[in-house]
Every structure is written in C-alpha cells, then in structure tokens.
C-alpha cells in the first residue's frame, strides 16, 4: 500500500475540514474577546475600588503605589498592574463610571485602547465616535492614535462628492 492509495479521502474531506478550521478559529476568537471583557471589567472594577477609597477614606496617591506593589508581589505571573496602569484604571472609573464611553461598551475594546481614547480625547462625544470607528475598523492602537492625532473625525464625511445630485435619495 502507497501512501497515494492511504489517503484517498472522501470528496467531501476538504470542505468538512475547511468548516472544522473556521469552528476553531471563531471558538478562538470568542474566547479572546471573552478574557478581554472580563479584563476591563476586572480593571473597572479596580478603579472604582481605588475611587471609593480615596473619596470615603481620604487615601492619597501612595495607596496606589502600595497597592501596585502589593498586586505584582501576589500575582508576579500577571501584567497590568503597575502604579501607571492602575491610575488608568482610576481614571477609567472616574471617566466612565457605567463602563461605557459613550453608549459604546469599553469592554469590546483592549485596555490600551480605552487608556488612548480616555487620555487623548476629552470631549464624550469624541470618545464615543473614535471607539466605534476602531470597534469597526478593527483598528490596531497605532492606527487609533494616528486618527486621533489627525482629526479623522474632522475630515470624515467632509469629502466633496456629488451623490445628493446624481443617486436617488437612499443610495446618496
């Protein structure tokens, strides 16, 4: 017996296989986008935490020294819990206390993502346009930050076409 004649496979095979591939591929990426939201929750939830503390208890910004000490002693295996990231996570808490920018869910976006659009842009308004354009173009951070940068928002839709006089009005 070749090894020709051993792997004669059904007509079929390749278009089962190809269905497998794209089950284990959309498995993946539900899984990533899952341990995503739950880190931003996680990081909501700390902030609000530190939040709570510092206005009830009049903590100072040492706690959150201490704190980031603390977190990296008990979980040295884990990132994101340095002093700068969890000011972040304050300020995510402070700036977004439903976890929303916008009407935007933050927890469809990577943490870093959220630290640009929190840090670079004030206006709501703006952070809610900028997380849905990179929520749908899928934008990496670079990419969202060199569109903050250069006032995409500004430009889009400003480009001079003709569709109101040549289409008829829903194709416009």
Avoid at 58 to 80: C, H, N, Q, T, Y
Avoid at 83 to 97: G, S, W
Avoid at 116 to 134: C, V
Wanted: charged share 25%; hydrophobic share 40%; with cysteine.
């Amino acid at each position: 017996m070749t090894d020709e004649t051993a792997l004669v496979l059904p007509p079929e095979y390749a278009a089962w296989l190809a269905g497998i591939k794209q089950s284990i591929q959309g498995a993946r990426q539900r899984a990533a986008l899952a341990a995503n939201g739950e880190q931003i929750r996680l990081y909501h939830y700390i902030g609000r935490e530190i939040l709570a503390r510092q206005d009830r208890q009049g903590w100072g910004a040492r706690v959150i020294d201490r704190l980031s000490s603390d977190l990296r002693s008990a979980f040295p295996e884990m990132k994101g819990f340095s002093t700068r990231n969890l000011k972040y996570m304050r300020m995510f808490a402070e700036e977004c206390p439903d976890g929303l920018i916008g009407q935007q869910s933050a927890a469809q976006l990577p943490w870093f993502h959220i630290v640009t659009i929190l840090s670079r842009l004030f206006d709501p308004k703006l952070r809610e346009w900028y997380a849905r354009q990179a929520l749908e173009g899928a934008w990496p951070r670079d990419t969202l930050t060199i569109q903050i940068k250069n006032g995409l928002h500004l430009r889009q839709g400003a480009a001079i076409n003709n569709f109101e006089r040549r289409l008829p009005s829903p194709q416009a």
